[in-house]
């Protein structure tokens, strides 16, 4: 499974920006989605993510009313649009699959076994 991210870049403190994201490859295998983001001289932490079936959605507290999540399944596609941007926000923003099933999407890393190479969203103040 390949796992690619699209858009970022780069907005005022209160804009917004939208990110994309690819799954390619063994796809069937995959039952959720999600992103995560890492600011520089910090761990990554979790973001959101969505299961392919059902309607489970899942955000972290810091970005919960701003931040959707949402998927394309024909497409193999899952978007992240996010509002009311703040300096904090900026990150590398990485999008992740998952394998695990289950009735609410997965939000620890190591739920997430495929990885993109990440994509840069930066907020100015």
């Known amino acids: 499974v390949q796992v690619e991210e699209f858009g970022g870049g780069l907005t005022q403190a209160g804009g917004s920006l939208s990110l994309s994201c690819a799954a390619s490859?063994?796809?069937?295998?995959?039952?959720?989605m999600g992103w995560f983001r890492q600011a520089l001289g910090k761990e990554r932490e979790f973001v959101s993510a969505?299961?392919?079936?059902?309607?489970?959605?899942r955000y972290a507290d810091a970005v919960k009313g701003r931040f959707t999540i949402s998927r394309d399944n024909a497409k193999r596609m899952v978007y992240l649009q996010m509002n009311s941007l703040n300096p904090e926000d900026t990150a590398v923003y990485y999008c992740?699959?998952?394998?695990?099933?289950?009735?609410?999407?997965?939000?620890?890393?190591?739920?997430?076994?495929?990885w993109g190479q990440g994509t840069q969203v930066t907020v100015s103040s």
């Open positions: 969505i299961n392919w079936i059902g309607e489970s959605t």
């Open positions: 490859g063994r796809t069937a295998s995959i039952y959720a």
């Open positions: 992740a699959a998952s394998q695990v099933f289950g009735t609410t999407a997965p939000s620890r890393d190591y739920e997430f076994r495929y």
